[in-house]
C-alpha cells in the first residue's frame, strides 16, 4: 500500500515545486522538504541496523496501521537553499565567524483534511464511543518538535513523528486514534479503511536570527487496522479469528527476518512477530493482543 518513486525525479519535482511556491509565501523557497525516505532494515553481523540505502527512493504516501502503532514517522530530507554567507560577504576561513544562513530546524505544523469514505461504516474520526467515553470529532490540527540543522547550500535529515501519539499531556492524537478504531465492531474494524491527507510546513530559524519555514508538504496516509499483518496460508479478509490466530502462532519467521525499522508504518510485518512482541507487553499489563492474530490468554 506504499508508492515510492525514483529519487531523482522526486528531488527534481520537488525542488521545481518549491522555487514555484516560493514567489507566493515569502521564503517557503529557502527550506524544501524534497521528500519522505523511510529507514530500511539490514541484518548486520547479526544485528538489525536501520540505514538509507543506495538510490533509495521517496515514499509519496503511507500506511498507519493502528493496531500495531499509534504514530507515523516522517523522515525529511531537507535542502536549505541559502548560499553561505561568508560567500555573500567575501570573507574567509580565516574570520572563524559563524555562518548567519545556517538553518535550525525548531518544529512542524499539521493539518488533517479527510478524504471522501473508503467504506461506508461512519468513520470513527467523526465520533466514537470509547468505554463509557464519548468522543467528538477528530483533533484536525497540531504541532510536533522536530531538531535539525541545515548548512547553507546543502542537506540533511531530520525525522520526527507526523502522526503523534500525543502533543502534550492531555492531548493525544494517534492513541486516540487507535482507541476510536479499535472501538469499532469486529465485522467491519479488520475491512475499514479511511485515507486522510496531511498537510505540513517545517519551522526553522537561520543563525542570523530570521525566521523560515517550508513549502507545504502534502501527505496521503491510509488507516486500517490489522492490514499490514501478514497471515501465512489465509487471506487477511477471512472471517475465522481461531483459524487465523492458530496460523499465526505457529508461524516461523526464520533466521533471515529482519523486522522494519518503522513498526506499523508502510510495511507488512508477519502476524507471529507481532504477536511475540505483543504478547510480552500482554504479560506486563499493558494492555490485550488482537484476539484474532494472536492466541486467546492460556493458550
Known sequence: MTMTNNWWTAVTAAGLAAVSVSCEQGNAGILSVEGNIVPQALLVNNATVCQYVSAQAFYLEATLDLALSNKLRYTAYLRNNLVPSTQITGSGEKDLRQDTNVITITGVQVKMTRDAPVNKEKSPLDAAAVGTKKLGPALDTWTVPATG???????????????????????????????????????????????????????????????????????????????????PGFSPAIEKPDDVWKSCSLMNLGASFVAPCAYGNYDQVPCGYYCALCKVGESTGAGKCDSKFCPPLGN
Open 149 to 231: 540543522i541545515v548548512g547553507p547550500a546543502k542537506f540533511a535529515v531530520v525525522m520526527f513523528d507526523v502522526i503523534p501519539m500525543q502533543t502534550k499531556p492531555g492531548e493525544p492524537i494517534g492513541k486516540e486514534w487507535q482507541d476510536r478504531f479499535q472501538s469499532l465492531a469486529n465485522t467491519a474494524k479488520y475491512k475499514y479503511l479511511e485515507r486522510v491527507t496531511l498537510t505540513f510546513t517545517m519551522l526553522g530559524t537561520t543563525s542570523g536570527g530570521n525566521a523560515v519555514e517550508s513549502g507545504e508538504v502534502v501527505y496521503p496516509v491510509t488507516l486500517c487496522w490489522g492490514c499490514l499483518l501478514g497471515i
